[in-house]
């Protein structure tokens, strides 16, 4: 197969939610690139039992990974993709890497997990990471770990959002009472710490995600999970919205950060200097918090504000959606980036990956 004629791009990712392999996928489509998508998930497709002990006794390895590393090796090997884009901690080996590499592929990493969080390190992915050719991570904190690992090329990218899941439908449950301190995401220990403690000082949380109902002080408050056309919905009817980064992780952002702000919520944001960088200065569209009781305070104080409830939805919807956030301008990132690294020839269909005009949460029956 001529270099003309190979694909430009292949994914390993997961698709459903707000998984971020889907997005990228959707992104290329929408910009007329052809592109393969390997599923994580069929790396899990076994029993309960079975998942779990394959986490525990075999270093958080999926029972499946030689059988899904089989499935991408033969697909590049058969297709030759310029790029194979894995989002996350794949359970794709060195020896997989290598036989990719050899195909002629070009390997990255959005790498949307720390892999030395606590919770999800592993030694295969440690000697993993010296088979991609660059690492594109959401946080700073581990750039320089990532280097010293010895991934080739490491570059700091953002999440984005996408624009198909903001799509607003109400939520069971909540038609009679709009949420007032919306908070979305998993739970951690520390999460629930600040919780906690944000009750205290008045705060009137209501939580939206997994494991909230393992913690004593927080179970109450657990709502479970929603599908993104409902959480949109959560977002724009909530008084205002809590975004906490992940401590384990070492996040400075999160997704919940992107896609909040694009669907068009009041935003209350833990003071980062990532958050700062996309949001700007405190108070041209979000408000920044530095303790749990601080937040309580803003929070309370935005539902007596209306009128600034409303000025901090509008300002932080136009921020995000009318600037390059899309995961659409991620994938351009990521390739302009292989270019100027000089790992992706210049010939690369850049021309459907454009920054669109600003747009809002769109009702289910808009769709």
């Known amino acids: 197969m001529g270099a003309e004629q190979r694909p430009l791009l292949a994914i390993a990712g997961q698709r459903g939610i707000t998984n971020v392999g889907e997005s990228f996928e959707r992104a290329a489509l929408q910009a007329g690139i052809d592109c393969g998508f ?20 075999r270093d958080r390895l999926p029972p499946r990974a030689a059988a899904f590393e089989q499935r991408v090796v033969d697909g590049v090997e058969q297709t030759r993709p310029r790029l ?12 997989a890497l290598a036989r990719i590499r050899r195909a002629g592929t070009l390997i990255a990493n959005f790498l949307t997990d720390d892999p030395w969080n606590p919770g999800l390190h592993s030694a295969w992915f440690d000697a993993a990471l010296t088979g991609y050719d ?21 570059h700091y990218l953002p999440f984005g959002y996408d624009p198909e899941l903001l799509v607003a439908n109400p939520a069971e449950g909540f038609e009679s009472t709009d949420p007032e301190h ?11 710490a600040f919780v906690a403690r944000f009750l205290a000082a008045g705060g009137r949380p209501t939580l939206i995600g997994g494991y909230w109902e393992r913690f004593a002080q927080t ?3 657990a709502r479970g999970g929603r599908v993104p056309s409902q959480i949109v919905w959560l977002t724009c009817a ?7 980064v992940r401590r384990a992780n ?28 996309i949001f700007g200065a405190d108070g041209d569209c979000v408000r920044y918090f530095d303790s749990p ?75």
């Open 38 to 57: 390997f599923d994580i998930a069929m790396s899990w497709r076994a029993p309960k039992l079975l998942r779990a002990l394959s986490w525990r006794l």
């Open 84 to 95: 194979l884009l894995i989002t996350g901690i794949a359970p794709l080996r060195k020896p």
């Open 134 to 154: 660059v690492v594109f991570s959401p946080r700073r904190a581990n750039l320089d770990q990532l280097a010293g690992a010895g991934v080739p090329h490491v």
């Open 182 to 192: 919306l908070f979305v995401g998993g739970c951690d220990a520390d999460r629930a």
């Open 219 to 221: 179970r109450a408050l």
């Open 238 to 244: 909530a008084v205002c919205c809590v975004i906490l």
């Open 250 to 277: 070492r996040d400075g952002h999160v997704m919940r950060s992107l896609e909040a702000g694009a669907a068009g919520g009041a935003l209350l944001v833990e003071d980062t200097q990532e958050h700062r960088d």
């Open 293 to 367: 009781e601080r937040a309580a305070q803003l929070a309370l104080a935005i539902g007596r504000d209306p009128l600034e409830r409303q000025r901090l939805m509008r300002a932080v919807r136009q921020l995000i959606s009318g600037n390059p956030h899309r995961y659409q301008d991620r994938l351009r990132s990521i390739l302009t980036t292989l270019q100027a690294d000089g790992l992706l020839p210049p010939d690369a269909p850049l021309a459907g990956l454009r920054h669109s005009a600003p747009s809002g949460p769109r009702s289910e029956q808009q769709i």
